[in-house]
């Protein structure tokens, strides 16, 4: 995991579970975003797709340790 992701992390786990619904949304929106351009071939940056996937895994897993602590 790099620093950028590390630091990413930490940010999650300072958010309230409320804050962390709206940024799951926020981040499923950005990700049918990015398919729609990729399959209309105007997406140029297509690591951003796993960047985002990524990133909502790393919601995901902080929502679940929130409910679990």
């Known amino acids: 995991m790099t620093v950028k992701s ?5 940010d999650l786990k300072r958010k309230s579970a409320t804050e962390l ?6 981040a499923k ?3 049918f975003n990015l398919r729609f351009q990729n399959a209309t071939n105007q997406l140029d940056n297509t690591s951003r ?16 340790e929130k409910e679990n602590a």
């Open 6 to 10: 590390k630091q990413y992390v930490e």
């Open 21 to 26: 619904q709206d940024e799951l949304v926020a």
């Open 29 to 31: 929106k950005e990700l």
């Open 49 to 64: 797709i796993k960047d985002v996937r990524r990133n909502i895994a790393r919601i995901q897993t902080v929502i679940v």
